[in-house]
C-alpha cells in the first residue's frame, strides 16, 4: 500500500483526502478537496463542518463506501485509550482523527492501535479522539 501525502497544509489542508487516498490507493489528485464551498476561516463552525462532512460523503458513495465514524469530540487520555483498544481489535487499517502536534484536527492511518501512516510532511502524529471506517454501501442487499 503506497502512502500518499497530503499536499497542502494547516486549517484546509488536505491530510484526509491523502489518509483515504492511501486506504483506497489512489493519488492525492484523484481525491477532491473537502473543504470546497465551506469558509476556511471557521472550521469549528458546525455548519461549515457539515459542507465538509456533504463533500467527504458524496465522494465516498461515488466509491461505493460510507464512512463510519465513532468516538469523542476531544482528544482526552480516556479518548486515546478508547481509540487504541479499538484499533487494536479492528484488523484493518483505518482513519484516526485527533489534535495533531500543530495545534488543529489532522488526518492519520493505524493499524493494530498504532500510527501507520501520518500524511503531514512533519508527521507527529495525533492525540486521538476519532476512530473511522469505510464501510461498502449496500443497496437491497447487493454490495455497491
Known amino acids: 500500500m503506497k502512502k500518499v501525502m497530503q499536499t497542502k497544509t494547516g486549517i484546509g489542508g488536505n491530510c484526509e483526502g491523502a489518509t483515504i487516498a492511501t486506504l483506497l490507493g489512489l493519488n492525492i489528485d484523484d481525491v477532491p478537496d473537502f473543504w470546497e464551498g465551506c469558509d476556511k476561516s471557521k472550521p469549528t463552525c458546525t455548519i461549515e463542518g457539515a459542507k465538509y462532512q456533504a463533500n467527504l460523503d458524496r465522494f465516498l458513495a461515488s466509491k461505493g463506501l460510507k464512512a463510519i465514524s465513532l468516538g469523542f469530540n476531544e482528544s482526552s487520555e480516556d479518548s486515546e485509550k478508547w481509540v487504541q483498544e479499538i ?40 492525540k486521538p479522539c476519532q476512530i473511522t471506517f469505510l464501510h461498502p454501501i449496500f443497496d437491497d442487499g447487493e454490495v455497491a
Not at 92 to 109: A, F
Open 87 to 126: 484499533s487494536k481489535g479492528a484488523g484493518i487499517k483505518h482513519l484516526v482523527n485527533g489534535i495533531s502536534p500543530r495545534g488543529y484536527m489532522h488526518s492519520v492511518i493505524y493499524e493494530d492501535g498504532q500510527l501507520w501512516h501520518d500524511p503531514h510532511p512533519e508527521g507527529g502524529g495525533v
